[in-house]
C-alpha cells in the first residue's frame, strides 16, 4: 500500500516537476510547481514527517506561490514564443550537468544503509524545533539574518524616499 | 506510525466519513438559509418563505436551479483553468473537515499536527478565487482575485500569529488535545477555556477570520457595488455553487477551529441519559459553531464594507502587531509561570 503511494506521488511529483520546465505559458509553469510541492509534502507524509509535510504547504504552497502567481496575474505575461535561441550554447552545458547529477544520485541510492531503523519522532514539531535550536542553531540564525536583510532590501526597493 | 485498518475498523470509518460529509453538505445547504433569513429578519423584510414551510425547502430548490441552469463559459476564457477554479476551490474548503473533531469519537483522522493541516490546507483555498478571476479573462473578475490574492496573503499572518499564544499555552497541535486541555473549571464555575486566557488572540483571530473567507466588512473581492460579483462575476450554474459552498464551508472551518481554540470545543456540561451525554458533546460543538455564524451574519447585515487600503492598513498596522504583542506578553508569562 505504501509503496504503491510512493510511486503515484513520486510519479506525480516527477511529472509535474518536467511539466514546469516544459510549458511555454509562466502561470501554467508555476501552477505545476504547487502541484510539485503538494505531491513532495505527500511523500513527507509516507515518511511521517507530517510536520515537514504541512510546513512545506504553509510556506511555499500556500504563500510563496500564491505571490508569484499574484505578480504573473498583475503583470499578464504572455506564452513565450519560440525562436528565442539566446541559450543555444548554454544548453550544452546541460550534458555535462546532467552526468554529474546522475552519478550523485547513484551515489546517494547506493550509500543508504536499508536495515537502519527509523528514528522515533523524527517528524514531530518538538523534535525539529529541538534540534533547531541545538544542532542546528548557526545556520538557523543566519537563515533568518538572510531573510531580514532580504526584507530591509525589498523596503528600499519599494520606497523612493526613505 | 502507519497502519493497516482490519475490515471492521475500515467500515466504522467509512460510516463515520458519510455521517460527517452528509452533515456538512447538509449543514452548508441550509446555512444558506439562514443566513439569508436572518438578514432579512436585521433589515426588516420577510426573506425566502414561499417554498416549504418557512421556506425549509428554499436550499433544495436553488440546488435545482443551480443544475439546471445553463452552463456559459465567456469566449475569451482559458477553458481549462475556468473548469478547473471551482474544483479547487471547493476541495480544500471541504477538506479541512476531515481533522476537526466533532465530539471525543465523531472524527475521521486524528494527526499530531492537525491545526497546522487544517492552515495548510485552507492556505491553498486562495488558488480557486485567483484562477477563477484570471481564467474568466475579464476585467472585474480580475480585480477580485487580485485583491483577494492580496487580502488572504496579508490576513493568513495575523491568523496564524494570533493562534500562536494557545499553541504556547496548550503546548499542541492536534485539536482533540487542545479541546482536552481546556476541559474542567476554574473555581468550579468559570469555564476553562483558552479566550479568558487570550482575550486578545481570540479578537484576533476572529476579525482576521472574517477577512479571511471574504466576508463582510472585508468582501472587498466581491464587492457587488464595484466589481459586479468580483472574482465568480462570469461563473453560473453549478460552478457558481460550488464557490458559493466552498465559502460558507470556509465559514464553518473558521467558527469550528475558534470553537475548538478558544471556546472549549464539544466541552460543555453533560446531562440526562446515557444517549444523551453521548451526543451532548457535538450538540454543544454545533451550537457554539452556530453562535458564531450568527454573529457573521449579523456584522454582514449590520457593517458595511471598508476601503482597501482600509484594510490593508488594518491588517498590517493593528492586527500583525497586536498578535506579535500578543505572543511576546504570552511567552513572558509561559516563561515565568
Redesign the interface.
Known amino acids: 500500500?505504501?509503496e504503491l503511494l510512493f510511486v503515484l506521488f513520486a510519479a506525480v511529483a516527477l511529472g509535474s516537476a518536467i511539466n514546469v520546465l516544459v510549458q511555454k505559458h509562466v502561470?501554467y509553469s508555476s501552477?505545476s510547481l504547487?502541484l510539485l510541492l503538494?505531491a513532495i509534502?505527500a511523500l513527507f507524509v509516507?515518511m511521517?514527517a507530517?510536520?515537514l509535510a504541512?510546513?512545506n504547504?504553509?510556506v511555499y504552497?500556500?504563500?510563496i506561490m500564491?505571490?508569484f502567481?499574484?505578480v504573473i496575474?498583475?503583470l499578464n505575461l504572455p506564452a513565450d514564443e519560440d525562436g528565442v535561441d539566446r541559450l543555444r550554447w548554454l544548453k550544452l552545458l546541460g550534458i555535462p550537468m546532467v552526468l554529474f547529477l546522475l552519478f550523485m544520485v547513484v551515489r546517494t541510492v547506493w550509500k543508504v544503509e536499508t536495515d537502519a531503523p527509523a528514528p522515533q519522532l523524527a517528524g514531530?514539531?518538538q523534535a525539529i524545533g529541538a534540534s533547531l535550536f541545538t544542532d542546528y542553531l548557526l545556520p538557523f540564525e543566519l537563515t533568518s539574518l538572510l531573510i531580514l536583510i532580504a526584507l530591509m532590501g525589498a523596503v528600499v526597493f519599494a520606497k523612493k524616499d526613505l | 506510525?502507519?497502519e493497516?485498518l482490519s475490515s471492521r475498523d475500515f467500515l466504522i470509518l467509512f460510516a463515520k466519513m458519510i455521517t460527517i460529509f452528509g452533515g456538512v453538505m447538509g449543514a452548508l445547504a441550509y446555512t444558506t438559509l439562514l443566513e439569508r433569513r436572518i438578514m432579512a429578519f436585521v433589515q426588516m423584510r420577510p426573506g425566502p418563505n414561499r417554498v416549504g414551510p418557512f421556506g425549509l425547502l428554499q436550499p433544495i430548490a436553488d440546488g435545482l436551479k443551480f443544475l439546471f441552469k445553463e452552463q456559459t463559459v465567456p469566449g475569451t476564457a482559458n477553458v481549462l483553468l475556468y473548469y478547473a477554479a471551482p474544483i479547487v476551490s471547493i476541495i480544500p474548503a471541504l477538506l479541512s473537515f476531515s481533522v476537526i473533531p466533532f465530539g471525543p469519537d465523531l472524527k475521521i483522522a486524528d494527526?499530531?499536527?492537525s491545526l497546522?493541516?487544517i492552515?495548510?490546507?485552507t492556505?491553498?483555498g486562495?488558488?480557486g478565487i485567483?484562477?477563477g478571476?484570471?481564467a474568466s479573462n475579464s476585467k472585474y473578475p480580475?480585480m477580485g482575485?487580485?485583491r483577494s490574492?492580496?487580502q488572504?496573503?496579508s490576513y493568513?499572518l495575523s491568523l496564524?500569529l494570533s493562534v500562536v499564544g494557545v499553541l504556547m499555552i496548550a503546548n499542541t497541535?492536534s485539536l482533540t488535545d487542545l479541546v482536552k486541555s481546556q476541559q474542567g473549571t476554574w473555581f468550579g464555575f468559570i469555564p476553562k477555556w483558552n479566550i479568558i486566557l487570550q482575550p486578545v488572540a481570540f479578537i484576533v483571530y476572529v476579525l482576521s477570520g472574517i477577512a479571511e473567507t471574504n466576508r463582510l466588512p472585508f468582501d472587498l473581492a466581491e464587492s457587488e457595488q464595484e466589481l459586479v460579483a468580483g472574482w465568480h462575476t462570469e461563473y453560473s450554474g453549478m460552478k457558481f455553487a460550488m464557490f458559493f459552498l466552498a465559502e460558507y464551508a470556509n465559514m464553518v472551518t473558521v467558527s469550528a477551529l475558534a470553537t475548538i481554540m478558544f471556546l472549549g470545543g464539544w466541552n460543555g456540561p453533560a446531562f440526562g441519559p446515557w444517549w444523551l451525554q453521548m451526543a451532548l458533546p457535538t450538540i454543544w460543538f454545533v451550537l457554539k459553531i452556530s453562535g458564531f455564524l450568527f454573529v457573521y451574519m449579523l456584522v454582514r447585515a449590520t457593517i458595511p464594507r471598508i476601503r482597501y487600503d482600509q484594510l490593508m492598513h488594518f491588517g498590517w498596522k493593528v492586527l500583525l502587531p497586536l498578535a506579535l504583542a500578543n505572543i511576546l506578553v504570552t511567552s513572558f508569562f509561559v516563561a515565568v509561570l
Open positions: 500500500m505504501i502561470l501552477l504547487i503538494t509534502s509516507l511521517q507530517e510536520f504541512v510546513i504547504v504553509i504552497a500556500g504563500a500564491v505571490l502567481v499574484f496575474m498583475l514531530t514539531a | 506510525m502507519i493497516y494527526i499530531n499536527v497546522l493541516l492552515f495548510a490546507i492556505s491553498l486562495v488558488y485567483v484562477l478571476g484570471w480580475l482575485a487580485m490574492s492580496a488572504m496573503l493568513e496564524t497541535l
